[in-house]
């Protein structure tokens, strides 16, 4: 390994893990990748199963665990929150109107980016508010694309309905008008990574009168093209 920090354990902990990342191993393919005796391996590869971080697969060989992945995703979405800023404004200041990414987190939506536009009425959502999933053209975007079991459990309390869930991922983008708050409209879209999933949604939100009761005949190739713009920005 090029990288030590000289605690022996943790070292042969990253060893092993680095060692998986070539794909599944058996415990004596592990002690070839690894170099390290055969009772360490047995006793480290144990205890990161354990801690998740290594699994075994169903012919019993090792591979990495369901944690790694977590941690990569978080690491992912903080890419993902670097790069909205410098994409929201650019979304502000191209229709004039407020700018927000949202994420879902039990069973609700969080702001964790805005852009706000300096003057004038606006919709302003400040970073780390809690909406509903119920209402509003980010829920739909951030149902759309779940199981069925989750639409239908989100669906049942809500203002939209699966027909207009059905519309969102056709077109790839959702609108509402008056659905979150009276006289407020917005535009939304999915940032998907790599893999297919929905990490967010993009939104635009203004008052009616700037909007329109038609937002999405407005705005929804605009805010496609921002979310588009953002998986690029992130590398994701």
Request: hydrophobic share 45%; net charge neutral; aromatic share 4%.
């Amino acid at each position: 390994m090029d990288n030590l920090s000289g605690i022996s354990v943790l070292d042969k902990a990253s060893g092993l893990l680095a060692a998986l990342e070539l794909g599944p191993a058996s415990l004596g393919v592990l002690v070839e990748r690894s170099g390290l005796a055969r009772p360490t391996v047995y006793r480290i590869a144990g205890a990161l199963q354990a801690l998740r971080f290594v699994a075994r697969d169903h012919h019993g060989r090792y591979v990495l665990g369901p944690r790694v992945g977590e941690l990569a995703t978080v690491m992912r979405q903080d890419r993902l929150v670097d790069a909205a800023y410098p994409v929201l404004a650019t979304l502000r200041d191209h229709t004039g109107e407020s700018a927000q990414l949202y994420r879902y987190h039990l069973d609700q939506r969080v702001c964790v980016a805005a852009a706000e536009p300096l003057m004038g009425l606006r919709d302003t959502i400040p970073v780390g508010s809690v909406l509903s999933m119920h209402a509003g053209s980010a829920a739909q975007v951030l149902t759309a694309w779940e199981d069925e079991a989750r639409r239908a459990a989100v669906v049942r309390d809500s203002i939209f309905d699966e027909s207009v869930l059905a519309a969102v991922r056709e077109q790839g983008w959702a609108a509402s008008v008056a659905e979150r708050e009276a006289g407020v409209a917005s535009v939304s879209a999915p940032v998907v990574g790599r893999d297919g999933r929905v990490l967010a949604a993009v939104c635009l939100s203004g008052p009616i009168e700037r909007m329109t009761h038609t937002p999405g005949d407005l705005y929804g190739a605009v805010v496609v093209k921002a979310a588009s713009q953002l998986v690029a920005a992130a590398g994701l």
